[in-house]
């Protein structure tokens, strides 16, 4: 008899509590309320047995082990699931770099083998080059500003209001990953209110459409920061100073991809130390550029206005929002970059309707949907793990509406409190959310796995309505289509840290291995989950 099951596996690789403890356990349940589950499993994990015939659409059988890290699921004879999930979790004491896999009996085991090793990183383009030097330059900034540099920042302010159409000079970092090159630039101040006030480059030019997009983000800056806390103020201004400028553009001339903007928070601090800094507020944004005479890639003024000016700024805000939250107000270290970045495009739809997610950011999650295995979300900074890391985000901020977050029960107080913290990484995560980031993983794995089945109301794993099934109006013809899944014919053997893999497996390859199921990991304990899919 014919059935097939999908092997699911997410390994986790960050310093946090553990999923279990000595010794191992199994359980049985249903996700929701559709069915309750009547699987079965043993204690002792070298032979956890499961009764697939039993199992209802909806069934889910758990087993976690802290110890050997092998663990062998039987299937019964008469077995005749049509379809199954199986998901593996390590717990974030996981320490190896690679697992073996094993589906089939002890005969068979070695023809049938999968070794699944991290699976590397993406291929580095400017935006993340520009990103991640930044996000690596702020863990390394002290977390006091010396009293000089704001006292002269001070006075610069009282001497000079700034007007529209007064210029300014500022010096631009013109090197990927140098902070001792710059351009120095002339701009005009074409707009000021009470929030920012934007500079741009004698070098290029803005519209007044253009302008006046700018000058409608205002309201959803000041949402921004209700939600996320204060910028710092070392001039004693109020503002926060936008440049749009070319130089931006140039970042990305040798190379695919291009630069949006960034913010370097080495311009909080004094020239003595570093000669790059304006000793002022300022995040930098690239211009429009229909004819890519400023850099690699025509950046039309359509796209820019649909695409760029709507999210850019409110991204390179919360950067600098979060290193005065993190640093400078609490004397801690700056957030870890995947979570920095996560957040930033977390704002970049509407702020506070995170229903919006902006026309960037689903381009960046419909990559990380066609190989998740190969994506580490929580130590990379690649477009692909933006997409998840920015998901997964999304999943908590879902969780927190629907009320199962133990320490927070809105998205807004979420995020705010990630900004507002003293910690980062997945320690800020759990303090935030009061919950083991093992079970928030394993729950977002399973509701990317599970995502538009219909296998469950339970809303643990819920998106709280996104459905990963969908066409976008994104300017950029994306699409997303679930998921997906690797067949055991056609893995190619490799895994990423802190991922999420599903290898579907049919049934005839379980009946032609004798119905055995054998998983083998490195150190660390591992969390399996199986499901009865249809």
Not at 16 to 43: I, P, R, V, Y
Not at 72 to 81: C, I, V
Not at 288 to 295: A, I, N, S
Not at 396 to 421: F, H, N, P, R, Y
């Amino acid at each position: 008899m014919r059935f097939k099951m999908y092997f699911m596996l997410g390994c986790l690789m960050m310093t946090a509590s553990a999923c279990g403890g000595a010794g191992g356990s199994s359980s049985t349940s249903s996700l929701g309320t559709l069915t309750q589950g009547t699987g079965t499993g043993e204690n002792q994990l070298s032979s956890g047995e499961v009764n697939a015939a039993s199992m209802r659409v909806g069934d889910s059988f758990t087993v976690e082990d802290a110890e050997s890290n092998n663990i062998t699921l039987t299937f019964s004879d008469e077995t005749q699931t049509d379809d199954l999930y199986l998901l593996v979790l390590s717990t974030p004491e996981q320490t190896a770099q690679s697992f073996a896999y094993i589906l089939g009996s002890e005969s068979a085991a070695s023809s049938n083998a999968l070794s699944l090793k991290s699976a590397g990183q993406d291929e580095a383009l400017p935006a993340q080059d520009m990103h991640d030097f930044m996000r690596e330059i702020e863990s390394d900034l002290p977390a006091q500003l010396p009293q000089a540099i704001q006292s002269r920042a001070q006075a610069m302010t009282r001497q000079v209001a700034t007007r529209v159409g007064d210029t300014r000079t500022f010096k631009v970092l013109n090197t990927l990953g140098s902070l001792d090159s710059c351009d120095t630039v002339t701009a005009e101040a074409v707009l000021s209110n009470d929030t920012f006030v934007l500079y741009v480059d004698e070098d290029t030019e803005l519209s007044d459409d253009e302008i006046e997009i700018y000058a409608s983000l205002e309201e959803g800056l000041r949402k921004e920061i209700d939600i996320a806390g204060a910028p710092s103020d070392i001039d004693a201004d109020g503002k926060v100073n936008v440049l749009i400028t070319p130089v931006v553009n140039s970042l990305a001339s040798s190379g695919g991809g291009f630069v949006t903007g960034f913010f370097d928070a080495t311009n909080l601090y004094s020239t003595r130390s570093y000669p790059c800094s304006n000793e002022t507020e300022i995040v930098f944004l690239n211009a429009p550029d229909p004819d890519g005479d400023m850099g690699n890639v025509r950046i039309s003024h359509s796209f820019y206005q649909n695409n760029l000016q709507t999210t850019v700024l409110y991204h390179e805000f919360q950067h600098l929002i979060n290193f005065n939250q993190h640093v400078l107000s609490r004397g801690s270290r700056a957030e870890r970059a995947a979570l920095n970045e996560a957040l930033s495009h977390f704002f970049e739809g509407n702020p506070g309707d995170w229903s919006d997610f902006g026309n960037e950011n689903p381009s960046r999650v419909a990559p990380f949907l066609s190989a998740p295995y190969a994506k580490d979300l929580l130590s990379g900074t690649s477009l692909a793990q933006r997409g998840g890391s920015y998901l997964f985000l999304h999943y908590l901020c879902a969780q927190a509406d629907l009320g199962t977050l133990s320490a927070v029960s809105s998205c807004d107080e979420l995020i705010g409190s990630l900004i507002q913290s003293a910690q980062s990484g997945v320690d800020n995560i759990e303090s935030v959310t009061g919950e083991d980031f093992s079970d928030l993983f394993s729950n977002f794995a399973l509701a990317v796995a599970i995502n538009n089945l219909g296998l469950t109301d339970d809303v643990r794993f819920d998106f709280d309505g996104l459905n990963l099934y969908q066409s976008w109006q994104d300017n950029r013809g994306t699409r997303w289509d679930g998921v997906s899944t690797r067949s055991l014919d056609s893995t190619d053997g490799t895994m990423s840290a802190n991922a999420i893999d599903i290898i579907e497996i049919t049934g005839r390859d379980i009946a032609n291995n004798d119905g055995i199921v054998s998983l083998n990991g490195g150190a660390g304990s591992l969390r399996a989950h199986l499901i009865r899919v249809n």
